[in-house]
């Protein structure tokens, strides 16, 4: 069955059951019934479908950081961020991800940190305390890293405007590892797909994220 393997794994190598079911789910496309295990979550993370150009901090809904408190996207608009995909429980392309940004933050300058909002795939299960654990796991410092559950409404939203696939089944998500680039305005200007993403062509794309002139607000 599709992911069989990969709930194991993921059960397995994170040491924590959900805190409840997570129903069968599907985003604009997902790994095929043939994939599953770790070999399924690499293929998954590579395959994106492109984003509908929808304005990241435009898409309306309530989310919960990681402590607690209850957050709107709008509140990142007029600053440039960088947005990614995750889920707490993933036992490989998500980690890897962050590892990613945490290279490009220690790779910056100071005062060019990026401030990185890390969006979950999983609200039911990634409750504030599953998302300090993770950034606490991670080193993930506040002042540059948000961790946010949104409201099951807003997911399809968000995965369309990000250009990521997903599909969620008996607690293990196989979905496209997305770090998009985002303006003040709210646009992607530029969105790396897979794991192991160019730190050049990441640290350049982020200066001139910072440098763009936001345009006038909806």
Same mark, same amino acid.
């Given at each position: ?7 194991l794994a993921v059960r397995v190598g994170c040491g924590r ?9 599907? $985003? ?25 150009? =929808?304005?990241?901090?435009s898409i309306a809904g309530s989310l919960v950081d990681q ?5 709107? !996207?709008?509140? @990142? ?33 100071? $005062?060019?940190?990026? /401030? #990185? ?20 796991? /991670?080193?993930?410092?506040?002042? /540059? ?9 807003? !997911?399809? +939203? ?7 696939? @997903? ?7 196989? /979905?496209?590892? #997305?770090? =998009? ?11 790396? #797909?897979?794991?192991? =993403?160019?730190?050049?062509? !990441? =640290?350049?794309? @982020?200066?001139?994220?910072?440098? +763009? ?6």
């Amino acid at each position: 069955m599709l992911l069989v393997a990969l709930a194991l794994a993921v059960r397995v190598g994170c040491g924590r059951a959900p805190t409840a079911p997570v129903p069968s789910a599907r $985003g604009p496309a997902g790994p095929s019934s043939g994939e599953g295990g770790v070999s399924g979550e690499m293929l998954a993370a590579g395959r994106a479908p492109e984003p509908l150009g =929808a304005r990241l901090t435009s898409i309306a809904g309530s989310l919960v950081d990681q402590d607690g408190r209850t957050r709107t !996207l709008a509140e @990142w608009r007029g600053s440039p961020f960088i947005a990614s995909p995750i889920y707490t429980r993933c036992p490989l392309v998500c980690p890897r991800v962050v590892g990613e940004l945490k290279r490009l933050e220690r790779d910056l300058p100071a $005062g060019e940190a990026p /401030h #990185v909002l890390l969006l979950s795939l999983d609200p039911a299960n990634d409750t504030p305390e599953a998302l300090r654990a993770f950034a606490a796991e /991670h080193v993930l410092e506040r002042t /540059h890293w948000a961790l946010l559950a949104p409201d099951t409404s807003m !997911l399809a +939203a968000i995965t369309a405007a990000l250009g990521v696939a @997903w599909r969620s089944e008996g607690g293990a998500i196989g /979905h496209s590892a #997305v770090v =998009a680039i985002v303006d003040g305005a709210g646009r992607i200007r530029r969105r790396f #797909v897979g794991l192991e =993403a160019d730190p050049a062509a !990441l =640290a350049a794309a @982020w200066r001139e994220a910072r440098l +763009a002139r936001a345009s006038e607000p909806d």
